[in-house]
């Protein structure tokens, strides 16, 4: 993964020292045709089409009719990137969807289309990529005012035992039960929703997201999951205090 030191590359004294930003990594040998542009199934025409998420029906597209709109082509799931440091103290984590489009959401055809409509992402054919600079949900980001796209670090959850006891109060070999909390870790994102229209994802699909955003995929499935491999815990058992015996003298 190539990162950089985000003062040096941009030259802005205002951004924090020890920031880091992604600079351009691809994934694919070419293009997006990697992990990131895949095809969910062989139910569309033309479905591994070389594009992340364009809003319209490629297979009329090469047969000549351009910037027909629809929503079966959003299948690209978001991109993720999670960093951590060596005293395994801290991480950061977040995702974006796909590039944005320009998508205006009405079903309207693209200027490209016959006849004509106004919905520019229909005729947007960019093979698209992904940008952490879309994150909202994030730090303010002095170097470019108005937006929180600064991807904090985060301490890794610590456990915190609320409660323990015996299983059994009556039995000293019942084992223990132990109640444990910690807090959960925030996902920063660009807090997309991407609905989908494809014949083999959610809504028609059960059991799958119903959209390519961040937000679709975190609605249905956990982003960020932490869980301790190993705890050691040390349980002291309280011993009572006896009474004394002995007896008590006059004065």
Not at 8 to 14: E, Q
Not at 144 to 154: L, R
Not at 168 to 177: F, R
Not at 209 to 228: H, T, Y
């Amino acid at each position: 993964m190539d990162l950089a030191e985000t003062r040096a590359i941009t030259g802005n004294a205002l951004i924090p020292a020890g920031g880091f930003c992604l600079r351009n990594n691809n994934w694919g040998n070419a293009g997006v045709d990697g992990c990131s542009d895949n095809d969910r199934g062989t139910t569309l025409p033309s479905n591994n089409d070389e594009m992340l998420n364009p809003y319209f029906d490629v297979y009329y597209a090469v047969n000549g009719y351009p910037g027909i709109y629809t929503l079966e082509r959003q299948q690209d799931y978001p991109m993720a990137v999670l960093l951590n440091e060596s005293s395994a103290r801290y991480f950061a984590f977040a995702a974006v969807a796909t590039m944005s489009r320009g998508n205006t959401g009405d079903g309207d055809n693209g200027p490209c289309a016959l006849p004509a409509g106004a919905n520019i992402a229909a005729c947007d054919a960019r093979p698209g990529f992904f940008s952490f600079g879309d994150v909202t949900n994030g730090l303010a980001n002095a170097g470019t005012p108005g937006t929180n796209n600064v991807i904090p670090w985060q301490l890794v959850p610590q456990p915190d035992v609320t409660s323990s006891g015996l299983a059994d109060p009556n039995n000293p070999s019942s084992g223990y039960v132990v109640d444990l909390t910690w807090t959960g870790a925030t996902l920063y994102s660009d807090q997309s929703h991407r609905p989908t229209g494809h014949p083999q994802m959610g809504p028609a699909e059960a059991g799958s997201a119903d959209g390519v955003g961040v937000s679709d995929l975190s609605a249905r499935f956990p982003l960020i999951r932490s869980g301790s491999k190993s705890l050691h815990l040390e349980i002291r058992p309280t011993v009572p205090r006896r009474a004394s015996s002995k007896p008590s003298l006059p004065r």
